[in-house]
């Protein structure tokens, strides 16, 4: 996925502020002192769009906003999410179908916020029930603004996509891929598409199966009106019925949040969320110690094939999965591979590494958890490291585990857990991850919790730590569970040193 320009806009707002009228000071000549580091200052404006939860009338969705304390921001701020609408929504009985969603879209007008969050360092809730639940966009300014996150949280009780499914609200951006959708049979899966601008976004979405690209007849030039968000369902775009799929959203103008939501009728469902660029190397953390299969989907978006070693960190090491040593990727196919229960009792992530030539390739896997009629599905997809700093909310005592892995060598990472949302006292704890290991950490709990809380994860060495979180909630014996990544929050931004030059006034 394309970088957000949102953090260099924000940063050289900063810079402006600060400097005035300012330029670069081109050097005389070069010497030990001609270079000056960036200044790291924190963003000052952040943009969140989370899809619509659910059609089912049995759901129950919690939305979690959190924003970790960052230095240098102890001025005013404000974050709010509130409901998308189309700018010419007129009254309650407005509502509108389209072809290509399946749904019927309600535009009203947004009454009021549905999570106005508290001071950095505290999570703020807001719930709601039912299918009517709409997309939300966010925006947080000031000290709200870096790290800003959100978490979509969403319980249905029986029905297609049962269980628990959820999601971290995304920045809006230009690119996304998907690997893992499907038009089997038995799924549902949904393309949800917001746009948070004023004007109209268009967007293309692209499928590509075991054979290369299908053949659509509504993907291209979809139009997102301004403000608004629209579920694109897959089967709808092809006759095709095919197990794993790649689903390639690029925005013609404008710009979207972009997320997939895949329901089963027998497996549960979950939020699929993008994966990370593509790249050589890809890592997918956090597969649960008790999955009893998982499934590995990964495309090959250029003009090569790649040819990718899969290995696993374990609790112990890098180990290579028995008879899937290699996985062979068709440029612009999808391939696939069943691991089964490939974890066998003990945390663990997937490492992608190429055996020759690095061709770039996106992945995620499909996990199951439970047995027989009792299984529920959850998607991870391949993230980027964790680097300075990544949250996630919405953690309780019970239910939330966090999975760190470090493929490249030994790291020590600092948690932090936050106040809870109805009280509570912040506490910190620092692990050592081993190179090539992953491990399931015991979670620091705020001391008298009330609420939820929220997990900040900050490397404290250069070595690269990637990170994911599950939530668990067993219902009538069914293992419900979803899994959220951690990149990088990009709550900073560089900005290049400049000194004041009253020359430009003279110009």
């Known amino acids: 996925m394309n970088r957000t320009t ?52 049995l759901a129950d969705t919690s939305y ?86 959100v978490q979509e949280t969403t319980e249905v009780a029986a029905g297609s996509g049962r269980g628990l499914q959820g999601v971290t609200c995304t920045a809006p951006d230009t690119e996304f891929w998907f690997p893992g959708v499907s038009t089997a049979a038995d799924r549902t899966d949904y393309v949800h598409l917001t746009n948070p601008d004023d004007s109209a976004a268009v967007a293309d979405i692209e499928l590509y199966g075991k054979d290369g690209a299908l053949s659509t007849t509504v993907g291209e030039g979809i139009t997102i009106p301004a403000h608004s968000s629209e579920p694109i369902l897959l089967s709808t775009l092809t006759g095709e019925k095919q197990e794993d799929l790649t689903v390639h959203v690029n925005v013609r103008s404008g710009r979207v949040g972009a997320a997939v939501q895949a329901l089963d009728e027998k497996l549960g469902g979950d939020w699929l969320a993008a994966s990370a660029d593509p790249a050589g190397t890809q890592v997918v953390p956090g597969i649960p110690k008790d999955a009893t299969a998982v499934r590995l989907i990964a495309y090959a978006p250029g003009d090569a094939d790649a040819d990718l070693k899969v290995q696993l960190a374990s609790a112990s090491g890098l180990i290579t999965p028995a008879g899937h040593e290699t996985l062979h ?76 892995t470090a493929p490249k060598g030994t790291a020590k990472v600092k948690v932090t857990a936050s106040a809870g949302s109805g009280g509570g006292t912040a506490v910190s704890k620092t692990y050592t991850v081993k190179a090539g290991t992953t491990q399931d950490v015991e979670l620091p709990v ?48 560089a900005v290049p040193a400049a000194d004041e030059d009253v020359a430009v006034l003279q110009k």
């Open 64 to 149: 979690t906003s959190f924003t970790p304390v960052t230095k240098g921001t102890d001025g005013d701020g404000t974050a709010e999410l509130v409901a998308a609408t189309t700018e010419s929504a007129a009254t309650p009985s407005d509502k509108t179908s389209d072809k290509t969603s399946g749904k019927t879209s309600d535009k009203k007008k947004a009454t009021k916020p549905v999570v106005t969050p508290k001071a950095p360092g505290t999570p703020a809730v807001g719930d709601t029930s039912g299918g009517e639940a709409p997309a939300l966009l966010g925006t947080a300014e000031g000290k709200f603004a870096p790290g800003w996150t």
């Open 329 to 404: 990727v068709k440029a612009g196919m999808t391939a696939s591979v069943d691991l089964g229960d490939v974890t066998r009792g003990e945390a663990g992530s997937l490492v992608l590494t190429p055996t020759g030539q690095s061709v770039p390739v996106v992945a995620a896997v499909r996990v199951l958890r439970g047995k027989g009629t009792d299984q529920e599905s959850a998607f991870i997809t391949a993230t980027a490291p964790v680097g300075t700093r990544a949250s996630a909310a919405d953690n309780s005592a019970k239910g939330s585990t966090l999975s760190l």
């Open 6 to 57: 949102m953090s260099l806009i924000a940063g050289t707002a900063a810079l402006a502020a600060v400097t005035g009228f300012a330029t670069l000071n081109q050097p005389d000549a070069a010497g030990p002192d001609t270079a000056k580091a960036a200044a790291e200052l924190p963003v000052e404006r952040t943009s969140l769009l989370c899809p619509s939860p659910s059609t089912s009338d």
């Open 446 to 493: 705020p001391t008298g919790l009330k609420g939820t809380y929220a997990l900040t994860v900050e490397p404290l060495t250069d070595t690269p730590v990637y990170a994911s979180r599950t939530l668990s909630a067993t219902q009538e014996g069914v293992p419900g569970f979803t899994i959220q990544t951690l990149p990088d929050d990009r709550g900073t931004v």
